[in-house]
C-alpha cells in the first residue's frame, strides 16, 4: 500500500498556454512508512505533483493510485475515501482556521468524515495533545492566539483524521529558527513514534538531509533524482542540479580533514556531536 504515480502530468487549465504541463511524466512510489523530501526551484512542480497526493488535483494524463484507489479523472467523482488516507498541511496552515474555537476547527475534519461529535471530540484532544496544544488552548478563538499555535492547530486538524500520510508543502516556512526546528522536531516524532509516512517538500538541505531519508529532485516538472540522501550529496550530483550542501555534512568534512578522524555521512549535528565523544579526542 501506499503511492503511486504512473506517467503523470498536469496541465492547468485557463492559463495562456494551456499545453504546458506542470508535472510531466512523473513515475513515482511511496511506501508506508517513508520519509520523502521533493526539492527544487520555485516553480518546478512541487506543489502541483503533491496536490495530486490527496486528490486537490487530478491528473491530466497517466494515473494517480492512493493506497488501492485511483484518482478518477473527473471532478465530479467521490474522492472523500482517497482524502482520507493522505493529510496535505499546505504552507502557511494556518489561513484554514476558521472556526470559533481551536478545538472546534480540529474536530472540523473528522466530523466532516462522519464522525459523531464525541468521537470527533476525542479524536481532536488526542490530536491537540500530540502537537502540544494545552487544555487551556482549545476553547479560545483560533485567532486569538500565537502564530505558531495556529500552526500547530492546523496540523492537529489533519492530525485528527488520522491520514497514513502526511504531505507537508514547505512547513517552515515563514517561522523563525526555534519554531522551524520545533515543527519539523513535531514532524519527526510523528513519523516515528505513529509510523506515518511523511512527504516533504522544501528549499532548505539542512532541514530535507537532516530528516528525509530518500530525496526527489525536480527540475522542470521532471524528476531528475530519486535516492537516498547520501547518494545525493555525497556525489557531485547535488551540484547538477545546483543545491546547496548541508552544513552538518561540511562540518563533519571539515571535522574529519583538521582532526584526521574517519568521516561518517552524518547530516545531523546532535549526530556529530555524539560520534566526536565516541571518539574519545
Ligand atoms: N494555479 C495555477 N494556475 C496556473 N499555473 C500554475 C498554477 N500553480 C502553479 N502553476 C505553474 O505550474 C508550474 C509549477 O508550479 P508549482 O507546482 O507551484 O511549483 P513549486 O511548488 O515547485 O514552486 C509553474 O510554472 C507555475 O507557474
Ligand atoms: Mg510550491
Not at 13 to 35: H, Q, S, T
Not at 244 to 262: D, F, H, Q, R, W
Amino acid at each position: 500500500m501506499g503511492i503511486l504515480f504512473k506517467d503523470v502530468s498536469y496541465a492547468y487549465k485557463g492559463v495562456k498556454d494551456d499545453r504546458f504541463e506542470a508535472i510531466n511524466g512523473i513515475n513515482l512510489k511511496i511506501k508506508d512508512g517513508e520519509f520523502v523530501a521533493i526539492i527544487g526551484k520555485t516553480g518546478s512542480g512541487k506543489s502541483t505533483l503533491v496536490q495530486h497526493m490527496n486528490a486537490l488535483l487530478q491528473p491530466s494524463k497517466g494515473t494517480v493510485e492512493i493506497y488501492g484507489n485511483i484518482l478518477p479523472k473527473k471532478r465530479k467523482q467521490k474522492i472523500g475515501p482517497i482524502r482520507k488516507h493522505v493529510g496535505l498541511v499546505f504552507q502557511f496552515p494556518e489561513y484554514q482556521l476558521f472556526e470559533y474555537t481551536v478545538l472546534k476547527d480540529i474536530m472540523f475534519g473528522p466530523k466532516n468524515f462522519g464522525l459523531k461529535e464525541e468521537e470527533a471530540e476525542k479524536k481532536a484532544r488526542e490530536a491537540a495533545k500530540l502537537v502540544g496544544l494545552g487544555d487551556e488552548i482549545l476553547e479560545r478563538s483560533p485567532f486569538r492566539i500565537s502564530g505558531g499555535q495556529m500552526r500547530r492547530t492546523a496540523i492537529a486538524g489533519i492530525l485528527a483524521m488520522e491520514p497514513h500520510v502526511l504531505v507537508l508543502d514547505e512547513p517552515t516556512r515563514g517561522l523563525d529558527p526555534q519554531g522551524a526546528k520545533e515543527v519539523m522536531e513535531l514532524f519527526n516524532k510523528i513519523h516515528e513514534e505513529y509510523n506515518k509516512t511523511i512527504v516533504l517538500v522544501s528549499h532548505d538541505m539542512n532541514i530535507v538531509s537532516k530528516y528525509a531519508k530518500r530525496i526527489i529532485v525536480l527540475k522542470d516538472g521532471k524528476i531528475v533524482f530519486d535516492g537516498n540522501r547520501e547518494e545525493l550529496f555525497l556525489s557531485s550530483n547535488f551540484k547538477d542540479f545546483s543545491l546547496e550542501k548541508p552544513l552538518a555534512l561540511e562540518l563533519m568534512e571539515y571535522l574529519s580533514e583538521t582532526l584526521n578522524i574517519p568521516f561518517k555521512p552524518l547530516f545531523n549535528e546532535e549526530d556529530i556531536i555524539s560520534y566526536l565523544k565516541e571518539l574519545d579526542l
